[in-house]
């Protein structure tokens, strides 16, 4: 694309879009600086409800100093359009990354990854901000050392708060919900499903459930066993298969009660 103003920005390059704006490589003139600039649809700026939710969940995610969390530089209205000024990572995301490693990973290094969502999880949970979209597209892995990043806090949230359709969630984003979102009951809690349900596909390569309709995957995730992923691929240590099922558990209470439980019992079933 060539280059295109957006207030103080102008944006160089399209990273990624979906049913949540568009993310550009964009240079800011202000300071002078090049970042990731999440551009929302128009429609959004629109719902005052909506953006009173996306700037107070903005500011808090904003706020979020942990190493895992890509930081956010700033956020607002440009041109009747909400935005968010992130550093820009360089790197991949983690279905990439799982690609890249021979359609899935080793556990050493799922467990690895998963750890390090886990630590920006808690931190986020600890100021009471719950992220409602843990997918692998929301988790960045940089083209050095392999250190994970953990994206779109403060506006998965906001949206999450609509109807799936109104916000263009897709199967991306059902395969790893908690069976109490569709309920529309959800703690922190919710996250450390969708945290197992990235842990198994990390280890398989595979969504934990194979539907492909809403209605398949709803029911699933409310009825479904969780998957043990030591039967569908060889080299996985069956001990983790506990670790998944604890942490897919249909009912919250029954769940490891934080990211970094799950975690740390992930990185105990590697040790034997």
Known sequence: MGTESFGHYQLLDVLGRGGMGQVYRAYDDATD???????????LAEDQEFQQRFRREARIAAS?????????????????????DMR???????LQYIDENGGR?????????????AAALDSAHQVGLIHRD????????????DFVYLID?????????????????????VAYMAPERFRGTTDHRADVYSLACVLHECLTGKR??????????????????????????????????AVVARGMAKDAEHRYQSAMELAEAARAALAG
């Open 33 to 43: 600086r090049v970042v990731a600039l999440k551009v929302l649809p128009p429609n």
């Open 64 to 84: 979020l100093n942990d190493p895992h969390v890509v930081p956010i530089h700033g956020y607002g209205e440009i041109d009747g359009r909400l935005y968010v």
């Open 88 to 94: 820009l990572i360089e790197g991949r995301d983690l």
């Open 105 to 117: 990973l080793s556990p050493e290094r799922a467990v690895a990854v998963i750890e390090q969502v």
């Open 134 to 145: 843990i997918k692998p597209k929301n988790i960045l892995v940089t083209n050095a050392r």
């Open 153 to 173: 806090f403060g506006i998965a949230r906001t949206l999450a708060d609509t109807s799936l359709t109104q916000t263009g969630h897709t199967m991306g984003t």
């Open 208 to 241: 934990p459930y194979a539907g492909e309709s809403l209605e398949e995957q709803l029911n699933a995730h409310l009825n479904t066993p969780p998957p043990r992923p030591s039967t569908t691929a060889a080299g996985v240590p069956p001990a983790l298969d």
